[in-house]
Each structure stands twice: as structure tokens, then as C-alpha cells.
């Protein structure tokens, strides 16, 4: 009941437009380094929905031909994707970069020389917002963030403070369309359209933060053709309905 799916988060949508409520949206993608043909149809998905793509960069993994092509591009905004998308979990866990078996001092070091490559690669693309490989975080890194020149964090659903640290404003992501799971593919369509409502509620009842606007996550380089033509249709239908207002980093941060 594709169809259904598809009213319910319309439905939801006439509510805020009914309370005289904007559903605010924003669109993150990350895991970019260089210029590749899914970076091409990224930028395409951008232009043609109108909707503008904060893209988190990996510093070490920066290669030349990614700034030739974002320079001018005036829809992407770039932000910070931690520093070498490596992970420092104790064994059996999960992992992680920003934490795990690291010092403070190390996890500052490396993310000051990832913040100074992206703002001189890039002048007035980039913002200092950190986006935190496979979207974890040690909280005790959130007061070091501020100190050394971040003023925004992006993680994964609805956030539990709006500054977990002073002068650190926290925007998440409440949907990632792939199934990483199980085969990369696409998660069942009704799920994702749920996820965005189920935040699009809580935000309007109150169970939720109701000023974080909803952020969409893509993956350019992990996606599968269903994937593509998902968020298409998503920007699309959301872009018509007279609540919505899409966001970019620069009118978040």
C-alpha cells in the first residue's frame, strides 16, 4: 500500500499547515573524497529538485578533484567528516572515530588539521560543523569540539540537546534510506516514509524537539538505483507541499 505511505506523511504535512507550522527539512550526504560519477548524480538530484546538500567531506581522504568540482557549485555547503573515517572502537564494539581508545589531546589534533585542510581547500563552501563517522560520538569530546573552532554537530535522530556543549548547536539526520544491514540496498519503502513522519509528528506534538528540522542522509557512493529514485520522488513530494521549507547549512549554522 505504496499509495498510503505516501498520504499519511502528506496528512501529517496538511496538519502543519492547518497549525500555521513550517515542517523546516535539510539534506546531509556523506562519505564524499574525490570526484566520482555518484558525486555527478548527486549534484544532478541537487539541481533538479532544488534542494541544497550539505556534503560531509573526509579531510585525509581529500583528493584535488572534489574541490575542482564543488568550487562554484553554490547548492553544496561542506561540512566535516570527522578526520580519516577510521575507527579506534575497543575490540567487540562498535565503531568509532570521535572516541574510543583515543586521548582527548589525539582526537583535537587530528580533527584541527581536518578543519584547516577543508576551510583552506574550500574558503567559503565550508562550515565548521562536525559530522561524526557512522554518526557516534563520545559525549566528552562535545566541550573540546567548541574550544577548537566547531559550532555545529550532525549525528543520527532526533537529538537529546539542542547544545550539548556552549556554542555547539546539534542538527541530526532521521533518515537514511539504506539498508546497511542487510544487502546496501533499499529499506522498505513504508519504513522510510515512517521514519520522516514519526519525527514530523513528535516535533509537532511536542514529544520531540520541534526546532530541529528533519534531516534526510544519503550516501552517494553506497547507493543502489532504488535508493536514487526514492529520494527523488521524497524531494519532490515534499517540495510541493506548501509547509515545507528546505534548509541549508548556512541558514542552520
Avoid at 544487502?183 to 519503502?189: K, Q
Avoid at 520541534?210 to 532504488?226: A, K, N, R, S, V
Amino acid at each position: 500500500m505504496p499509495d498510503l505511505n505516501w498520504q499519511i506523511l502528506s496528512d501529517e504535512l496538511d496538519l502543519w499547515q492547518a497549525a500555521s507550522k513550517t515542517a523546516t527539512f535539510w539534506w546531509r550526504d556523506d562519505d564524499a573524497s574525490k570526484d566520482t560519477s555518484q558525486l555527478h548524480r548527486l549534484d544532478q538530484l541537487s539541481q533538479d529538485s532544488g534542494v541544497p546538500v550539505s556534503i560531509a567531506v573526509i579531510p585525509a581522504r581529500l583528493e584535488n578533484s572534489l574541490a575542482e568540482y564543488l568550487h562554484g557549485r553554490d547548492h553544496f555547503t561542506v561540512v566535516q567528516h570527522g578526520y580519516a573515517h577510521q575507527s579506534y572502537a575497543a575490540k567487540g564494539q562498535k565503531k568509532i572515530e570521535i572516541g574510543g581508545l583515543r586521548e582527548l589531546d589525539d582526537i583535537a589534533r587530528e580533527l584541527r588539521q581536518g578543519m584547516t585542510r577543508l576551510n583552506t581547500v574550500f574558503a567559503e563552501q565550508f562550515l565548521p560543523v562536525l559530522v561524526p563517522p557512522w554518526n557516534r560520538i563520545d559525549p566528552r569530546t562535545y566541550a573540546m569540539l567548541h574550544e577548537i573552532g566547531f559550532r555545529g554537530l550532525s549525528s543520527m535522530w532526533a537529538r537529546k540537546a539542542t547544545f550539548p556543549a556552549e556554542g555547539l548547536l546539534q542538527i541530526n539526520t532521521h533518515l537514511d534510506p539504506v539498508n546497511w544491514r542487510k544487502d546496501r540496498g533499499f529499506i522498505p519503502e513504508h519504513q522510510a516514509i515512517n521514519d520522516i513522519y514519526l519525527h514530523l509528528f513528535g516535533r509537532r506534538t511536542g514529544f520531540l524537539d520541534g526546532d530541529e528540522p528533519t534531516g534526510i542522509l544519503t550516501h552517494h557512493l553506497d547507493q543502489t538505483d532504488d535508493v536514487w529514485d526514492f529520494c527523488g520522488r521524497l524531494f519532490s513530494k515534499l517540495s510541493e507541499h506548501p509547509a515545507v521549507r528546505w534548509l541549508d547549512a548556512g541558514n542552520i549554522w
